[in-house]
């Protein structure tokens, strides 16, 4: 999605812009721009393409000023181009506007500006803002957006500058990320924090419906109405590393790998020295105990561990779960009681989808607990309660981390409310918790032996077609699976519950076709390798991923992958990492860039 960022203060902007929308890179781009205040008046460059032809013309046509906006665009309305690129400025060119969302009623806003005689160049929703805030502005650039905003519907990031107060940023927020980055004589505006970092760590959250206006040495926040707000800022404490590549070739490599360690700062601050399991940050004990119903809703990436979380709930605690996708659950007429329980998975806590759907059953008077990777985030913010999954910054657009550690809260989740009901024994209790804190060691066993991997998928990445296959987790896991391999890789990859074949899907199979077992439910091993046997039988190459030492399925499968014995229900906090570790490596065979998949964006913050 798109990034936006701004900078006033005593450094040249240029460089301060180009930085940070080089840390936005990782949200997804077509295209980047700049407009930059020079003394006398504000300088538009701007590119199509990759961040790198913005900083060729830059070289060529240099713009100096302390005062700036920037952005990485992520088409919606109009085609990737120089035209369509922000900044956009109304006609005069005394306004400048970047924007991350969507203005909904930008046809209807057109054609009353163009009425009234402004000339549109771009095919953009944005540009309606520029003409508005000039056609609003007497002098007062705050009191101008102010009064656009109040015209427009639908979302947005917003930043303005002004060459008639050259000292002064506008930006705005209503359901698209923004934060303020404050330092002595500076102040840094952007989508996320980690552009930001490099400069500063305290910052402003925005919240919805507020107006901020920036100068060197000051950040001040207004409602709607422009009536003053006052606000704290919040200390990011993270490292600076977490967000670099650290000697790895790629983010998505280093966030593999980092799964051993942040699986650990998901669970050691929530078990007790008693070894007991904390988790009073979402409820209490009585609110749980009480719990009758959950509905667990998300998209992508974070949906499949939902259904993971739906397995090991019903398992461990025998309460009804019900599971949905988030962009399709905004749209139904759920059913809720004070007695449900709304569990809500997030990564970036900031999808527009999510957030929807968040807001929905909020008015149905569920509670809510948000588990998400970013503290300040609008889901953490606006839940009940908030989980932090504790991973660090993920910058990959595929999820991995994020992925393991929101399984992680998952099942610290299951296992408190299987205490709390009692329908776990403590000695059985005790012995899953030991078992998670072996987890992370095991994850870095699985992360040593990658031979095998990286060997298949040398033999296999170009297949055309990759199926999934497993029972139970094995298939929660394989759907997630087969979204790695899809989004870096392109192949047309798909999950089938393993019982589903027959059904229809092995009419697919033949020699073109890779197909992944996950056989890690003991109790399935054999309806799995017949499994496994039917689809060899049709001529497709076959990887098992199962436990160490275990042979079962030497015979059918081309090539078997294992993991570290665990307990059946936790096998999905290591059975992903061989799947993450082959879609990273066939996307690399191809020399694709695994970080950066065409046509996605790593926060959907639009819908
Ligand atoms: O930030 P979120 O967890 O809400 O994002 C949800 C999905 O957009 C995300 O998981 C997406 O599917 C990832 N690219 C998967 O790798």
Same mark, same amino acid.
């Given at each position: 999605?798109? %990034?936006?960022?701004?900078?006033? %203060?005593v450094?040249?902007?240029?460089?301060?812009?180009?930085?940070?929308?080089?840390?936005?890179?990782?949200?997804?781009y077509?295209?980047? &721009?700049? @407009?930059?205040?020079?003394?006398? /008046?504000?300088?538009?460059?701007?590119?199509?393409?990759?961040? +790198?032809?913005? =900083?060729?013309?830059? *070289?060529? /046509?240099?713009?100096?000023?302390?005062?700036?906006?920037?952005?990485?665009?992520?088409?919606?309305?109009?085609?990737?181009?120089?035209?369509?690129?922000?900044?956009?400025?109304?006609?005069? &060119?005394?306004?400048?506007?970047?924007?991350?969302?969507?203005?909904?009623?930008?046809?209807?806003?057109?054609?009353?500006? =163009?009425?009234?005689?402004?000339?549109?160049?771009?095919?953009?929703?944005? =540009?309606?803002?520029?003409?508005?805030?000039?056609?609003?502005?007497?002098?007062?650039?705050?009191?101008?957006?102010?009064?656009?905003?109040?015209?427009?519907?639908?979302?947005?990031?917003?930043?303005?500058?002004?060459?008639?107060?050259?000292?002064?940023?506008?930006?705005?927020?209503?359901?698209?990320?923004?934060?303020?980055?404050? *330092?002595k004589?500076?102040?840094?505006l952007?989508s996320?924090?980690?552009?930001?970092?490099?400069?500063?760590?305290?910052?402003?959250?925005?919240?919805?419906?507020?107006?901020?206006?920036?100068?060197?040495?000051?950040?001040?926040?207004?409602?709607?109405?422009?009536?003053?707000?006052?606000?704290?800022?919040?200390?990011?404490?993270?490292?600076?590393?977490?967000?670099?590549?650290?000697?790895?070739?790629?983010?998505?490599?280093?966030?593999?790998?980092?799964?051993?360690?942040?699986?650990?700062?998901?669970?050691?601050?929530?078990?007790t020295?008693?070894?007991?399991?904390?988790?009073?940050e979402i409820?209490?004990?009585?609110i749980?105990?009480?719990?009758?119903?959950?509905?667990?809703? *998300?998209?992508?990436?974070?949906?499949?561990?939902?259904?993971?979380?739906?397995?090991?709930?019903?398992?461990?605690?025998?309460?009804?779960?019900?599971?949905?996708?988030?962009?399709?659950?905004?749209?139904? /007429?759920?059913?809720?009681?004070?007695?449900?329980?709304?569990?809500?998975?997030?990564?970036?806590?900031?999808?527009?989808?999510?957030?929807?759907?968040?807001?929905? *059953?909020k008015?149905?008077? @569920?509670?809510?607990?948000?588990?998400?990777?970013?503290?300040?985030?609008?889901?953490?913010?606006?839940?009940?309660?908030?989980?932090?999954?504790? &991973?660090?910054? /993920?910058?990959?657009?595929?999820?991995?981390?994020?992925?393991?550690?929101?399984?992680?809260?998952?099942?610290?989740?299951?296992?408190?409310?299987?205490?709390?009901?009692?329908?776990?024994?403590?000695?059985?209790?005790?012995?899953a918790?030991?078992?998670? =804190?072996?987890?992370?060691?095991?994850?870095?066993?699985?992360?040593?032996d990658?031979?095998?991997?990286?060997?298949?998928?040398?033999?296999?990445?170009?297949?055309?077609?990759?199926?999934?296959?497993?029972?139970?987790?094995?298939?929660?896991?394989?759907?997630?699976?087969?979204l790695?391999?899809?989004?870096?890789?392109?192949?047309?990859?798909e999950?089938?519950? @393993?019982?589903?074949?027959?059904?229809?899907?092995?009419?697919?199979?033949?020699?073109?076709?890779?197909?992944?077992?996950?056989?890690?439910?003991?109790?399935?091993?054999?309806?799995?390798?017949?499994?496994?046997?039917?689809? +060899? @039988?049709?001529?497709?190459?076959?990887?098992?991923?199962?436990?160490?030492?275990e042979?079962?399925?030497?015979?059918?499968?081309?090539?078997?992958?294992?993991?570290?014995?665990?307990?059946?229900?936790?096998?999905?906090?290591?059975?992903?990492?061989?799947?993450?570790?082959?879609?990273?490596?066939?996307?690399?065979?191809?020399?694709?860039?695994?970080?950066?998949?065409?046509?996605?964006?790593?926060?959907?913050?639009?819908?």
């Amino acid at each position: 999605m798109c %990034g936006i960022t701004g900078y006033v %203060g005593v450094k040249d902007a240029t460089p301060v812009l180009i930085n940070a929308l080089k840390k936005l890179e990782y949200r997804g781009y077509d295209s980047a &721009g700049i @407009a930059v205040f020079d003394g006398q /008046e504000i300088l538009v460059r701007k590119s199509k393409g990759a961040l +790198k032809f913005l =900083e060729q013309k830059l *070289a060529k /046509e240099i713009i100096r000023g302390s005062i700036g906006i920037g952005h990485t665009r992520w088409a919606t309305h109009g085609e990737p181009s120089d035209i369509n690129s922000h900044p956009h400025t109304d006609v005069s &060119g005394s306004i400048a506007v970047v924007h991350n969302g969507i203005i909904e009623n930008y046809v209807s806003l057109r054609e009353k500006l =163009e009425k009234k005689g402004f000339a549109f160049k771009s095919q953009t929703d944005t =540009e309606v803002a520029a003409h508005l805030i000039h056609f609003y502005y007497e002098g007062n650039l705050l009191e101008a957006v102010s009064k656009a905003l109040k015209d427009i519907s639908g979302s947005y990031a917003l930043a303005v500058l002004c060459d008639k107060q050259p000292d002064v940023i506008v930006a705005a927020r209503k359901d698209s990320p923004l934060v303020i980055g404050t *330092a002595k004589n500076e102040q840094f505006l952007a989508s996320d924090v980690t552009a930001l970092l490099e400069y500063t760590r305290d910052v402003y959250y925005v919240d919805d419906n507020e107006i901020v206006e920036i100068k060197k040495d000051s950040v001040k926040f207004y409602d709607n109405d422009l009536e003053p707000i006052t606000k704290q800022t919040s200390h990011i404490d993270w490292d600076i590393d977490s967000a670099e590549k650290c000697g790895y070739e790629h983010f998505m490599l280093k966030e593999i790998h980092e799964q051993p360690a942040a699986l650990r700062q998901t669970l050691s601050p929530r078990i007790t020295k008693e070894k007991k399991i904390d988790i009073s940050e979402i409820a209490s004990d009585e609110i749980l105990r009480s719990t009758e119903r959950i509905v667990i809703t *998300a998209c992508g990436t974070a949906y499949h561990a939902g259904i993971v979380g739906k397995y090991v709930i019903e398992h461990f605690a025998r309460i009804p779960v019900d599971i949905d996708i988030a962009s399709e659950f905004r749209y139904r /007429e759920p059913i809720f009681n004070p007695k449900n329980l709304f569990i809500i998975i997030s990564q970036s806590g900031e999808t527009a989808d999510t957030l929807a759907a968040m807001r929905m *059953a909020k008015k149905c008077g @569920a509670r809510i607990i948000a588990i998400t990777n970013v503290a300040g985030s609008t889901l953490a913010r606006e839940a009940d309660a908030f989980m932090h999954t504790n &991973g660090g910054p /993920e910058i990959a657009v595929a999820s991995t981390k994020a992925f393991t550690t929101q399984l992680m809260c998952l099942y610290l989740i299951a296992l408190k409310l299987a205490e709390l009901k009692g329908t776990i024994s403590e000695e059985n209790l005790s012995k899953a918790i030991k078992e998670l =804190e072996t987890i992370s060691a095991k994850a870095e066993i699985v992360l040593q032996d990658k031979k095998t991997i990286q060997k298949f998928a040398s033999r296999t990445f170009n297949k055309k077609k990759a199926f999934f296959i497993g029972r139970l987790a094995d298939y929660a896991i394989s759907m997630e699976s087969a979204l790695k391999l899809k989004e870096i890789n392109y192949t047309h990859s798909e999950a089938f519950a @393993a019982g589903e074949l027959k059904h229809g899907p092995i009419a697919l199979i033949d020699t073109d076709t890779l197909v992944v077992a996950i056989c890690t439910q003991r109790a399935l091993f054999e309806k799995m390798d017949s499994n496994i046997k039917e689809v +060899k @039988a049709r001529g497709a190459s076959v990887l098992c991923i199962t436990y160490e030492n275990e042979h079962f399925f030497d015979d059918s499968a081309d090539a078997v992958v294992h993991i570290p014995e665990t307990f059946d229900e936790f096998t999905p906090l290591l059975s992903i990492i061989p799947s993450q570790l082959y879609a990273y490596y066939c996307s690399v065979q191809r020399s694709l860039d695994p970080d950066k998949p065409r046509n996605l964006a790593k926060s959907v913050t639009v819908e």
